[in-house]
Each structure stands twice: as C-alpha cells, then as structure tokens.
C-alpha cells in the first residue's frame, strides 16, 4: 500500500522504520512542526522527520492537520493509508476520510485500558503486571476506534516507564505492519473496544512527579518509575528541588519517619509510610546524577533531615 506515516517522537520511529521496510511505500510523513529545544532554544526537528530526512521521505509539518494547505497535499498524495504513532494532535473527520483504508494508530495499551496521552505511565503507576499494545481504527474520540490486533507484554518488577515504552516501541512496530499487510490483503477485521474496562490516562504533570512520602514504599516506588524519565520524579531537600532516579523497597532497614533520611556505609535509605526504602541516583539543582551515597556525602546530610 502507499501510506503517509503520522507521528512526532522518538518512540515513534521504530515503527516507521519497520514500515518503510515492509512492503509497503511511505509517500511522506506527518509530524509535529519543529520547536525550539536546548540552551541556544533554536528550532529542532522531530525525530520523526529527522528520520525522513534522513531517508529522503517528503515532510509535512502543519500546525494543525486541518489547514488547507495540509489537506490539499493530503489528497495529491492520495494514500491508501495513514499510520499513527504518538502523532500529537487531533486529526479531524475531514482528514480521516482521505485515506481508503483510514488512519489506524497503534496504541501503547490494551484497549480500552489507558486511553489518552500516556498509557505506559499510568500502567506503571497504578501497579498493573500486564500491559500491551493495539492498534485500532482512528476516529474522532480519544482512542476510541475498533482494534485490529493487540499484543501483550508483562510489566517487569523494576521497569521504568522508559523501559517498558521501549520494548512495546520495537514489538509494537511489528504489529503495526501485520495489521497493514492485513488491511492490502483484505483480511483484516476490527472489532469494537468493549464498553467495560475504560480508563483514562491523561498527561502526567510536573506536580504528578512529586515524590509523596507518605504513602507506602509500594506507591512511592511505582511513582518514582511511573515518571522516569518523564516528567521526572522529584522531591525538595532544604527547599531546593532534587530528581531521584529508580528506588528500592528496603523492609530489612530501621523504622524511618516519612521523609526521613537514614545514610549508611553503602544506601542511604527514605522513609515512606511503610517500609523505607534505598535511593538510587540523586540530581540536585545544577548538579549531575549521582549515587546516592556520593549526594549524601557530599551534601552532608545529617541526623534527622528530611525529604519535604
């Protein structure tokens, strides 16, 4: 088939590369217009059409996927079809009859599991031991469509949300393609997401990413990998803001406060509202990551400081 592969970040592109490596023909890709990035603030291209330049493959960057301008080289390009991956913006009714096949997105989690921005996130944060992918039939609700194909894949006891985002990146890739060479060999069937089992998962915020002490190690452990590496998993440590890498659950150390530090010869331990538990790596402001124990020397924590 000839398609037009939407998507904007780098957990887009191993999907775009399978595709341009099926048998399929990318006609061009769609992504976010380039935005301002790094100290000098200058304008940075997505990964995506980083990667379309790369390979000589048209870039279409509109502001909003309802511009003329936009739609108009749409219908020149005339694709049979219009995979999506973590795109970015809303794609309106207009744009979604173009394509003979439509626009079908793959999705990181097992619909109707999870719908929204940051599924991986939400999966992680909430406990979940499976998780997956799908790709559905875009339409106008958020995530809504009916499912071509899913995949599943376990949810690690140390998985981050970069990790697990990864792995379903790559496998997620190969389903995307299964369901197009489906769609050009008329065997595809999408089925209706169930009405039960709905859950919504918004973008996490800055404020999600804060460290709550008390709440049991559990929780703060899940917190901590749910927002690493974004937004980032923070606290405040004498009224300046510190990130914290991955943690550990401790049930062999002393009785901490929520909040306590505890430094020994090799961890420096947190308390939570159960168990503490041993940090890993610790940034403070303007500083590089570090092992804890080399931020607690360094810092010179004492007796009795806390985590605000």
Not at 171 to 177: C, E, M, Y
Not at 221 to 234: E, F, H, N
Not at 237 to 257: N, Q, S
């Amino acid at each position: 088939m000839r398609v037009i592969f939407a998507g904007t970040p780098a957990v887009a592109v191993p999907a775009l590369a399978a595709v341009a490596a099926s048998r399929h023909e990318v006609l061009a890709v769609v992504t976010r217009p380039d935005a301002p990035a790094g100290r000098g603030r200058g304008l940075v291209r997505s990964p995506v059409g980083a990667w379309a330049d790369e390979h000589g493959v048209e870039v279409l960057t509109p502001a909003r996927p309802r511009e003329p301008e936009f739609l108009d080289r749409l219908r020149e390009l005339a694709p049979d079809c219009v995979p999506v991956v973590a795109y970015g913006a809303l794609v309106p009714p207009v744009a979604l009859e173009i394509p003979r096949h439509g626009w079908v997105n793959l999705h990181f989690s097992l619909l109707p599991a999870w719908r929204g921005a940051a599924p991986v996130q939400h999966a992680v944060l909430h406990g979940d031991e499976l998780t997956g992918a799908s790709v559905f039939h875009l339409e106008e609700g958020l995530d809504t469509g009916p499912v071509y194909g899913t995949l599943t894949d376990e949810i690690r006891p140390a998985d981050t949300s970069g990790d697990l985002l990864e792995r379903l990146a790559h496998s997620g890739a190969g389903l995307l393609v299964a369901v197009l060479d489906a769609l050009e060999d008329g065997t595809a069937r999408a089925e209706p997401q169930p009405a039960d089992g709905v859950s919504l998962a918004p973008k996490l915020t800055v404020e999600d990413a804060r460290v709550r002490w008390g709440d049991p190690a559990f929780a703060v452990d899940r917190r901590i990998r749910a927002c690493t590496p974004a937004p980032g998993p923070w606290t405040t440590f004498r009224d300046e803001r510190v990130k914290l890498g991955p943690v550990t659950p401790a049930p062999d150390a002393p009785d901490l406060k929520p909040g306590e530090l505890l430094v020994e010869k090799a961890r420096v331990l947190a308390g939570t509202a159960t168990v503490p538990v041993r940090l890993g790596e610790v940034r403070a402001a303007g500083k590089r990551a570090m092992p804890a124990t080399d931020w607690a020397r360094g810092a010179r924590v004492g007796a009795g400081e806390v985590f605000a």
